[in-house]
């Protein structure tokens, strides 16, 4: 391999909202990984930090050129320069967008479970929220489209927000499931938003399908954070391919603040997006060792946590009802027994509470700490 994946940054003691634990603790939990930045970005941030001035910054067409560039080679799809929106970063996007796209008291739908702030960013804005349990079965899960469709029709929903590929179940959506949707929104006139944060991470082999190339009315929000580890620069795009609404959406973007560009994030993302090919498909192979490490070692040691997490994402979706003890329960006593500390399901929505998440994006050795950490607070229950 080019890319190191067991030498770590060392992220103790710096100001890592998922390190900030006690010395004995191993952090499993927010969705960044703990591998070195891939060297080239690393570099093109260097060069920029050495110029001595951090002042008010621009996309570049270079910029968007790159995230053109990532789309078409990596996933197969042509996006209009024209129709992408410099954002500060995906949940800031979805706030604003939820505003733009609906009024106070308006319904918005979810499935559930999902990424907590779908949650908050309805809530939040004094809209209503709609939620839609993905049927669970034989180990997998699945959307309910009747259930979809008949609370579409009861409640008037206005806006529908999708997570592709999934995050907490790691699944990728087949192309007829985004249709399936897609169609039944579209009938009822709901705007669809399709986060595709995740969308890089995925088990060698596997590819995901842009909800953009279902239907070019589909919102879509991108970033370069999840598999770049580029979180802290606080940089995603919003691609809108209405050029009446991608006016109204960038201003709202403008007026909410979050549509200026860092000054780090222009030179990262177009070093990642232009150098990134062999780093990515390293990552996602050393991902893949993780979690073949993780089912197996469940397998013959913990047969009773049930693997069920799908091809996407570096974020593990493990069963654990066999023990009877509700996630929230289960993660803070786990925590404190261990030092293991790993996000409780319930986080994730109701639906979510027989279930935990644990982030695999760190080294090996990491992981069996995790897992035998996990097997200590297992034992005799
Ligand atoms: C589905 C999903 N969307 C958005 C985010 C956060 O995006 P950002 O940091 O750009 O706000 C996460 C982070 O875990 C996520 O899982």
Redesign the pocket.
């Known amino acids: 391999m080019k890319y190191n994946f067991d030498k770590l940054s060392e992220r103790r003691h710096t100001h890592s909202e998922k390190w900030n634990v006690k010395d004995n603790e191993l952090p499993m939990w927010v ?1 960044d990984m703990d591998f070195m930045v891939m060297p080239e970005i690393q570099e093109a941030v260097k060069k920029v930090a050495t110029n001595g001035s951090y002042g008010y910054s621009f996309p570049t067409e270079e910029f968007f050129k790159a995230y053109q560039n990532w789309w078409k080679s990596r996933h197969d799809i042509e996006i209009d320069t024209k129709s992408m929106i410099y954002v500060t ?4 996007a979805l706030d604003s967008l939820v505003r733009t796209l609906t009024n106070a008291q308006d319904n918005v739908m979810i499935l559930s479970p999902v ?1 907590n ?1 779908f949650f908050t960013v309805v809530t939040s804005n004094n809209r209503n929220l709609i939620v839609s349990d993905l049927i669970y079965q034989n180990d997998n899960f699945y959307i309910d489209y009747q259930d979809v469709e008949e609370k579409i029709k009861k409640h008037n929903v206005k806006l529908f927000i999708f ?1 592709n590929p999934h ?1 907490p179940i790691g699944k990728i959506w087949s192309k007829e499931d985004i249709t399936k949707l897609y169609n039944i929104l579209a009938k009822y006139h709901v705007q669809m938003i399709s ?1 595709e ?2 969308c890089d991470i995925v088990d060698p082999g596997y590819k995901y399908v842009p909800a953009m190339s279902i239907s070019k009315d589909i919102i879509t929000c991108i ?1 370069p ?2 598999v770049f580890n580029l ?1 802290g620069l606080h940089s ?1 795009l919003t691609v809108v391919n209405n050029p009446e609404l991608k006016n109204k959406v960038e201003a709202a973007f403008y007026h909410d603040d979050i549509g200026e560009a860092s000054y780090f994030a222009v030179p990262a993302v177009i070093a990642a997006y232009t150098y990134g090919a062999e780093y990515v498909d390293e990552l996602n192979q050393y991902l893949l060792i993780n979690k073949e490490y993780v089912k197996n070692y469940l397998k013959d040691n913990l047969p009773h946590v049930k693997y069920v997490s799908g091809h996407a994402t570096y974020l593990l979706w493990l069963d654990i009802s066999h023990y009877g003890l509700p996630s929230d329960v289960f993660a803070k006593e786990l925590r404190e027994q261990t030092g293991l500390f790993i996000n409780d399901g319930l986080h994730y929505g109701k639906n979510g509470g027989a279930f935990i998440r644990i982030n695999i994006a760190t080294s090996l050795d990491n992981v069996k700490d995790g897992m035998s950490r996990l097997n200590q607070f297992l034992k005799g229950k």
């Open positions: 969705a970063g995906v949940v800031s990424y702030n997570c995050n986060d944060i995740h970033a954070s999840k979180a995603a």
